[in-house]
Nanobody, 123 residues
Framework: VQLQASGGGLVQAGGSLRLSCAAA????????MGWFRQAPGKEREFVAA????????SFANSVQGRFTISKNNAKNTVYLQMNSLKPEDTAVYYC?????????????????WGQGTKVTVSS
């Protein structure tokens, strides 16, 4: 299984970025997908998740209303659209896949992880 995250970069506060995570080696439609992030010196934390069909999503309180998550089962790709970015959103963002199929916010319910993509938001 391979998860390839991309789309990170440097952006000013208030700007937007779209992260992508392309999956290979799994039956993508069966998997829930999630995005987590890890800032320097901090633990990995939940950001957003989407269930197998794309019909159910969940978000961390800190990003609710600013981030959206979507899943394209035909392209085996999950996206994280990040708007109104803040300096505190600076982190390495990781995508994960969960065989449980639902939009999980729990780190230990994810089976596979991508390599991470770095997002830096300047003030």
């Amino acid at each position: 299984v391979q998860l390839q995250a991309s789309g990170g970069g440097l952006v000013q506060a208030g700007g937007s970025l779209r992260l992508s995570c392309a999956a290979a080696g799994l039956t993508f439609i069966n998997y829930g997908m999630g995005w987590f992030r890890q800032a320097p010196g901090k633990e990995r934390e939940f950001v957003a998740a989407i269930n197998w069909s794309g019909g159910s999503t969940s978000f961390a309180n800190s990003v609710q209303g600013r981030f959206t998550i979507s899943k394209n089962n035909a392209k085996n790709t999950v996206y994280l659209q990040m708007n109104s970015l803040k300096p505190e959103d600076t982190a390495v963002y990781y995508c994960g896949s969960s065989s449980r199929g639902w939009a999980s916010s729990k780190l230990d319910e994810y089976d596979y992880w991508g390599q991470g993509t770095k997002v830096t938001v300047s003030s």
